[in-house]
Each structure stands twice: as structure tokens, then as C-alpha cells.
């Protein structure tokens, strides 16, 4: 049994979904009568979809009643599902695929922790399922990022306490989400938005078996 395991967000780690939520929150702000840039999306990344409403919301200056509310969630994710529908392995970030295949062959345990409620859907469309350890994701929390809340789940499943877990992540949010639950955090970007990581790395072609275990 390694010393440390690994947990993984999806999202902007293992396969770059984020675009395909952009386009569908941008949808639901034009509806609505703005705009909305991939530079304010930055700030979605890792939050959960209610959350990411509310955030739309009060950028538009838009009061609504919970049933209106509802229906853009609903309207959000059809179309968000709608994209991803064709997804395959070629849309895995760079070295990714091989790591998890290397990982799972040194028995290392690594576990999702991502606030998606599609994570499973993206895994199974991208053949990686039987691959993880756990699979914790949007429909297994109540609280999310940076509540810690998904990360010490996941480290629940897979027997490991927080503190040897070494948490993935390219969002602001999962980085104090991983900080404040008492994990290492690595994180996949800028050093700009992510600087509160215990490791900033460019690119997920930097995150390499000889980096986790520099770090084991």
C-alpha cells in the first residue's frame, strides 16, 4: 500500500469540460439579456451548478422565483449533457490517460472527487471507470467547494486519512477545498489564480508519475 494517495478533480484535470459548461452558462446569460466571458467562467470552475446560478444571477442583476430558477438549472444541463454526448478519449487532457493507467498499475489508489453530478457519465464515456479506487461526486455531497466536504469523502472510501491524500485540482475553489481539509494540493494553471497550492504546475503534461512520487 502506497503512502499517499491521489485525488483527482475531473473537470480541467482529467478532460476539459469546462468549455462545454461555458458555452451552456453563456447561453443561459445571453437568454437572459448579457453577455458572460470565459474570463468570468474562471471563476464557476469547481463550483457547484446552484451556486454557479446565483453567481450568473447577481452578474445580470436578475431577481427570480425558485421555480424560474429551476428551470434554467434544468435548461443548463440538457444542454451541457447535449455537448458532451460525443465525448471520447481523445478529449482527455495531455498525459492523463497514461498516468491513470500507470497509477493503477503501481497499485497506487486514487480516488474522483469532483462537485459534477455528470462525473460518471464523462468516466464511463472516457473508459476510465474501472480504473479508480472511489468515485465521489456531485450526488454524494451536500456542501460544496471549497467546503472540503468531497475531498474527505473520497479519502474516507479509499482508507486513507486527508493529510497523505494529494488532491488535483485547476480551480481556486478545490485548491482551499484541499487546503482547508488538510491535504497536499497540486494545482493544474496559473500560479496567478491557483498561488495558494502547495505545488502550481502549467499543464497536466507536467503532472507525471516522477512528480507523484517525488511527492510519496
Known sequence: MAKKAIIFDLDGVIVDTAKYHYI?????????????????NEALKGVSRVQSLEYL?????????????????VSKNEQYLSLISDMDESEMLPGIQELLFALHKAKISFALGSASK???????????????????DGTNVSKAKPDPEVFVIAA?????????????????AGIEA?????MISVGIGSEEVLGTADYVLKDTSELTMK??????
Open 118 to 136: 455528470n462525473a460518471r457519465r464523462i468516466l464511463e464515456a472516457l473508459h476510465l471507470t474501472d480504473l479508480f479506487s472511489a468515485i465521489v
Open 211 to 216: 512528480f507523484l512520487k517525488s511527492l510519496m
Open 24 to 40: 451552456a452558462w453563456r447561453k443561459i446569460a445571453n437568454d437572459l439579456g448579457f453577455d458572460f466571458s470565459e474570463k468570468e
Open 178 to 182: 484541499a487546503n482547508s481539509g488538510n
Open 57 to 73: 444571477l447577481e452578474k445580470g442583476d436578475i431577481d427570480l422565483s425558485q421555480t424560474e430558477k429551476d428551470k434554467l438549472l
Open 156 to 172: 474516507r472510501k479509499i482508507c486513507y486519512v486527508p493529510k497523505n491524500c494529494i488532491v488535483i485540482e485547476d480551480s481556486k
